[in-house]
């Protein structure tokens, strides 16, 4: 099976890409190019020949930072949802598969546990566009979403700013009420290749990707102290409204067929951290 990678040099995509040179024939892309990587800008015009000998593309690339999205919505507008969209019609009209990296966001804030069958609320500005491209496609036998809860490494954003602060010997701002079901960046990686080998064995068109536990960033932090890094001190910041306008609070996002996809359960926080961090 050949895959192609639309943001291979990104937090995820690296890693799908790196997993999948392992069992695939894959190709990747970046927005410059370059380290084996072809060139794909979503803001310029592009080839679709590029991957058109190729039996699924993933589309990891984004611009998904909420804030971002929120203060250039139209800059945002035009890469998330305009040009995702026509390179997902370009694929979709060649007969090759697609699968969109969307977001639990799409959901809006839920309190108590939900799968796949809750209806869509997006919060802010990012979830909408992720919800667009969902909406023009999710009909389609070719398309299928993985919607991603908070996805943790000892690179993502988060902790590189909890090591930093560890580091720095300075008390880490923690935001709280903020509620995740947090998922270890390799269990994204296993599930979404698994997802497009054994494409026919998953009719479900949606499928949330998050991890076993519903964690605050207070019990992220505290998980990184114990197994990891022993120096880190925290204090505790209820966040303003702002904040929030584009972040639900919590969402107790689940599924059952994540688990079946990588043929166990995902890690717990505990365990991905103890995986991160005793491989450095």
């Known amino acids: 099976m050949k895959l192609f990678v639309v943001g291979a040099s990104g937090y995820i995509g690296s890693r799908v890409f790196s997993f999948a040179q392992d069992?695939?024939?894959?190709m990747g892309t970046s927005s410059r190019g370059g380290g084996?990587?072809?060139?794909?800008?979503?803001n310029e015009s592009f080839e679709p020949h590029n991957y058109y000998d190729f039996d699924v593309v993933l589309i990891t690339a984004a611009i998904s930072a909420p804030d971002i999205c929120a203060r250039e919505y139209n800059r945002a507008w035009a890469l998330n949802v305009d040009r995702t969209s026509e390179l997902i019609s370009q694929v979709i009209?060649?007969?090759?598969?697609?699968?969109f990296f969307s977001s639990d966001t799409v959901?809006?804030?839920?309190?108590?546990?939900?799968?796949?069958a809750e209806e869509c609320n997006p919060a802010g500005e990012y979830a909408e566009m992720k919800a667009e491209v969902e909406t023009r496609f999710i009909g389609n036998p070719l398309f299928k979403s993985i919607r991603l809860s908070y996805v943790f490494s000892r690179e993502d954003r988060?902790?590189?700013y909890l090591l930093q602060c560890a580091q720095d010997g300075v008390e880490?701002?923690?935001?709280?009420p903020?509620?995740?079901?947090i998922v270890h960046r390799e269990d994204v990686a296993e599930g979404v290749l698994a997802l497009a080998a054994?494409?026919?064995?998953?009719?479900?068109r949606v499928i949330n990707f998050g991890g076993p536990e519903v964690l605050s960033r207070i019990d992220f932090a505290e998980c990184l102290r114990r197994y990891a890094v022993k120096n880190l001190r925290f204090r505790v910041t209820e966040p303003g409204d702002e904040f929030f306008k584009n972040r639900p609070r919590i969402i107790s996002m689940s599924s059952e067929i994540f688990p079946m996809l990588l043929g166990r359960s995902a890690r717990t926080m505990e365990e991905a951290v103890r995986l991160e961090f005793d491989r450095k």
Not at 23 to 26: E, H, I, N, R, T
Not at 198 to 204: L, N, V
């Open 23 to 26: 069992s695939f024939d894959v």
């Open 36 to 42: 084996g990587l072809l060139q794909l800008d979503l």
């Open 93 to 99: 009209s060649s007969g090759r598969r697609v699968v």
């Open 107 to 116: 959901y809006g804030e839920r309190e108590d546990a939900f799968d796949e």
């Open 158 to 160: 988060f902790t590189k």
């Open 172 to 176: 880490a701002d923690l935001f709280h």
């Open 178 to 181: 903020f509620y995740r079901t």
């Open 198 to 204: 054994r494409w026919e064995e998953f009719p479900q």
